[in-house]
């Protein structure tokens, strides 16, 4: 059984191979420091277009640093050092002349905790837009209804636009916050297990969501619940101990592991 | 005997005992609670009764006076509002930007524990030592004539400064870090992300901490001594460098008459007028610090 699945699995994969997918991020030997103690080892792997990357792996393996180097948020922390290139679009994103400013701009961030702004639904969404400059108020009507429609929130809350944000569910929040994210129009989404604080219903949102925005978007994604990652995830990367243990196809990865560590890991046997 | 009896156990065990130690304990802290309440509650009555009959709109608006009657508060109280708003104008940008650097800025290094350690430690000392500072730096270094408004303000900015740093600091830091990282990972800058999400969640916090320093610093006489204010003047203070007294000052002036309309009427007054101002300026700032949890509680 497991022989034939393994077979399917590899057609498969010849013909994602085939269409010959374009690489948004490739992950160059990538080390990463918190002060003295490395975090990542050695780090190769891409992310590809319009496919959503599921990051895997037991806690403390490195799984959201590695999401944060995306991203360059490790950098707001004291003392950390990167060796090694993440090229995003054939650019070393940690180049001397690349701002990471400019840089969030395209890769944007959905955190763990739901966190909207204490402001309206509407000035959540056009917070970053605002900030980028754009003022004039229709513009910004336009945005947000376009970001909140991408993020299946419009329905439930156009006729309260002008709420406080902080009056949502705790599933509705974290899709205003993907609103709030997508509404600078990124061309990359991080998400660090951004259902992990959510019940079940809304957890199936995010995830439905998830699938829904790589028509747009690339999305990378971390989480420590492999069934989320296999539902979601069109390639995954397992993490272990700040080595990436193993990184393919979610059918292939699941199905057919390469490494022993990994079989272990999605059988449950540890982490 | 399998079931205990649990009504007639009261005999042997200690119950009762620790029940009524309980109530003694209980006692104690009623008393401890009412002791501060009642004491200030007896002073206002008491102050409040001497002041009545003597506390009217003449007295707001006349100038001191030899004569009971005749003597009201107007160059004092004009010369305390002048002082304070001047060193609210001073202390606020100067905190809330020292507040800024600590909290959002600076790195975690020896200079910055180094500064905040010295700012703690300048919040206690004693208000007396600010006036020679005051007259020290201002008077004799800078050659500026004593008793003036601006000195008075600087001085007391000094008094006021590491208590608004250090309540800054405290409502910045209550912001949580999602909120940040939420903007920086939009792609803002430092800057915007000050001062679209920090600065607005912590501003209430920022004027509690402030105003009660304000507040505090309204009632400061030491400094002012030191510095060289009147104890009395007939004339309100007209700029930045003309002489000035304030509330406190006039007060202890008034008290030190030997005549009776002053000791139990005209200083009493004086001491109403200016707890009203104090106690208005602390329900300000309960107004805004209630404000601050109504929204932290949202959350």
Known sequence: MIELDGTIMKHNERTETEQKLDTVINVNELSFYYGQTQALFNIDMRIYKNRVTSIIGPSGCGKSTMLRCFNRMNDLIEGTQVEGRILLNDKNIYDKDIDPVRLRRHIGMVFQQPNPFPKSIFDNVAYGPRMFGTHNREKLQEITETSLKKAALWDEVKDRLHKSALSLSGGQQQRLCIARAIAVEPEVILMDEPASALDPIATTFIEDLIDELKKNYTVVIVTHNMQQAGRVGDYTAFFLNGYLEEFDTTEKLFLNPASKKTADYISGRFG | ?299
């Open chain 2, 1 to 299: 005997m399998a079931v205990k009896d649990i009504a007639s156990g009261a005999a042997e065990d200690n119950i009762r005992k620790e029940r009524i130690k309980g109530i003694v304990f209980q006692v104690f802290c009623v008393i401890a609670a009412l002791f501060g309440i009642v004491s200030l509650g007896a002073l206002l009555i008491y102050v409040i009764y001497e002041a009545a009959g003597w506390l009217d709109l003449e007295f707001i608006t006349n100038t001191p006076s030899r004569f009971a009657e005749k003597a009201g508060v107007r160059p004092p109280l004009l010369g305390s509002a002048f002082v304070i708003g001047l060193v609210a104008l001073f202390s606020l940008p100067l905190g809330v930007g020292s507040a800024i650097y600590l909290e959002e800025y600076s790195k975690q290094s020896f200079f910055r524990r180094f500064i905040e350690i010295n700012i703690a430690n300048l919040a206690g000392v004693p208000s007396i030592v600010y006036g020679l500072l005051g007259l020290g730096l201002f008077v004799s270094t800078f050659g500026m004539p004593h008793g003036i408004v601006l000195v008075g303000a600087f001085t007391l900015t000094l008094r006021v400064l590491p208590i608004v740093i250090v309540s800054s600091q405290e409502a910045i830091k209550a912001v949580p870090d999602l909120q940040r990282h939420a903007s920086l990972g939009l792609g803002t800058t430092r800057w915007q992300m000050i001062r679209t999400v920090v600065l607005p969640e912590a501003v209430p916090g920022i004027l509690t901490g402030t105003i009660i320093a304000l507040a505090n610093a309204m009632g400061e006489t030491a400094p002012l001594i030191m510095i060289g204010a009147a104890t009395t003047m007939f004339t309100s203070p007209h700029g930045l460098f003309s002489s000035f007294s304030a509330m406190p000052l006039q007060i202890y002036a008034w008290s030190d008459f030997p005549q009776s309309e002053f000791q139990h009427g005209v200083t009493p007054a004086a001491i109403v007028v200016l707890l009203i101002i104090i106690l208005s300026m602390n329900g300000i700032a309960v107004y805004f610090r209630n404000k601050f949890y109504q929204k932290k509680r949202q959350k």
